[in-house]
């Protein structure tokens, strides 16, 4: 079941989450079969947290791993992946399904190889979610600092 905040987010924006079974698609390769759509087109969401002590959730293409030197030119600081608690706590969603949207306590940042598909996929705040919405669209109702991040 989607979130309460997620589902103000996209109704407030005209947009409807696609809704599978428990459990289906919790990686960015299983989201990608699930959706028919290729796994560069996941916008998987990764919250990792600076030496600095912030956390910064990053929403990158499915296929892609994170440079953490780019991560570290981007930020001034070096990171490390968030442990599980850390992302529950401080988005609200579980890995998994975590997802930008109505996330507070971390800057947002996107990748900018997600701009390179006509519709990507974010999660809906569950492991068996995916919205259809653009860079753009994303970009503006996250906020999000556009950013390179990604080893290419």
Known sequence: MIPEKVKAI???????????????TPTSELAAARI????GQIAKSMLFKGK????YLAVC?????????????????????A?????ERVTGFKPGGVCPFG???????IDIGLADYATIYP?????????????EQLKMMTAARAVDVMER
Not at 10 to 24: I, K, R, T, V, Y
Not at 36 to 39: E, F, H, L, Y
Not at 52 to 55: K, L, P, R
Not at 126 to 135: C, F, K, L, Q, R
């Open 123 to 135: 999660a809906a705040g569950t492991d068996a979610t995916g919205v259809p919405v653009t860079y």
């Open 52 to 55: 600095n002590d912030q956390f």
């Open 103 to 109: 996330v507070e306590g971390a800057e947002i940042l």
């Open 10 to 24: 996209l109704d407030a924006h005209g947009l409807s989450a696609l809704e599978f079974e428990p459990g289906s």
């Open 36 to 39: 028919g759509v290729a796994v």
């Open 83 to 87: 442990r599980g608690d850390e992302t």
């Open 61 to 81: 293409p499915g296929d892609l791993r994170v440079c953490s030197k780019k991560m570290k030119q981007v930020l001034g600081t070096k990171v490390r992946m």
